[in-house]
């Protein structure tokens, strides 16, 4: 199993110090990647429900800090030699896929072939409304997206007519370093999302699953891909999860995975590869830089598969 750290690109950690700070450190520690969120702008007032906590509330506001993760990562790109760069997740629909295709080439090639393109639908409305971008059609929109994408990735003259966009008669150079192109992970666990990871992208990205999640998805994943012809040889089951590495044992009934005494982290750890998680990318809970740092400190020292 691969290990990766989220990087606080938004909220009150969202300074370059700070992520210089602990991208260096997870380098130093031997962790394989860093990965960062995408929000461009928030609403002063949000009526859309957030999917990733059961009240729905989303933890940022119009004043918090946001580091935009294209321009953020380039600079990181610069600061570190070995490290895998990547989004946890881009919003495809919120850019123009030509210019992410032209972006995320360049930034493939600046870090000699390190990018990894976590891809997403998005699910704040109102923020597309801000960037003139298609809520209802996400879905559609990021399909021809992440085509034309590989398309200007591994076509000097690329050809691609959809509905939502119809590009020809244009090339796009250098080439990304990565071959065939940069690895696309895309998430979600609804049917669509399955089927969107299985036939378009070289990888799944999830949130907040347990063992038992990623089991069945990886296991959806395979049927999905096997009724295509494909294997799933290659294929990243890959999974962003909140991280606390305590003294004590957590025994409270609402334990989450990765909360608890380094013994009960390394059993969680054990699940997720028996589950068949490839890549695990970890968000600490911590108030500053230094509390980041050392619950990255104290993962690296637990046995892990």
């Not at 750890?269 to 104290?298: C, H, I, T, W």
Request: aromatic fraction near 8%; include cysteine; hydrophobic fraction near 40%.
């Amino acid at each position: 199993m691969k290990y990766g750290v989220i990087l606080p690109n938004v909220g009150p950690l969202a300074h370059i110090d700070s992520l210089i700070q602990i991208a260096s450190g997870a380098e130093a520690l031997g962790y394989d990647g860093v990965f960062l969120s995408d929000h461009i702008a928030i609403p002063t007032e949000l009526h859309s429900r957030y999917p990733y906590r059961s009240d729905g509330r989303f933890p940022l506001t119009a004043a918090d800090r946001i580091l935009e993760p294209l321009t953020t990562l380039a600079y990181l790109a610069a600061i570190t030699t070995r490290l895998q760069l990547g989004f946890s997740v881009l919003v495809l629909p919120y850019r123009h896929p030509v210019l992410n295709a032209k972006m995320l080439g360049t930034l493939d090639v600046i870090s000699n072939g390190r990018l990894i393109v976590g891809a997403g639908v998005g699910w704040m409305e109102e923020e597309f409304n801000a960037l003139d971008a298609d809520f209802d059609a996400r879905g559609a929109v990021t399909d021809e997206h992440i085509a034309l994408l590989k398309a200007f990735w591994t076509n000097p003259a690329p050809d691609v007519c959809g509905e939502h966009y119809s590009v020809a008669g244009v090339g796009m150079a250098p080439s990304p370093v990565s071959q065939p192109h940069p690895p696309i992970w895309t998430g979600g666990i609804s049917r669509p999302a399955l089927r969107r990871a299985a036939s378009l992208a070289d990888g799944w990205h999830g949130v907040r699953q347990s063992p038992s999640d990623v089991a069945r998805v990886a296991a959806r994943i395979g049927e999905l891909r096997s009724s295509r012809g494909a294997s799933t040889e290659g294929f990243t089951i890959s999974l962003r999860a909140g991280l606390d590495v305590a003294d004590a044992p957590f025994d409270g009934a609402g334990r989450t995975p990765l909360r608890g005494s380094p013994d009960q982290v390394s059993s969680d750890l054990d699940e997720y590869a028996q589950a068949g998680l490839d890549y695990l990318v970890v968000e600490p809970r911590a108030a500053n830089s230094a509390e980041l740092l050392d619950q990255l400190e104290r993962f690296a020292e637990i046995d892990r598969p």
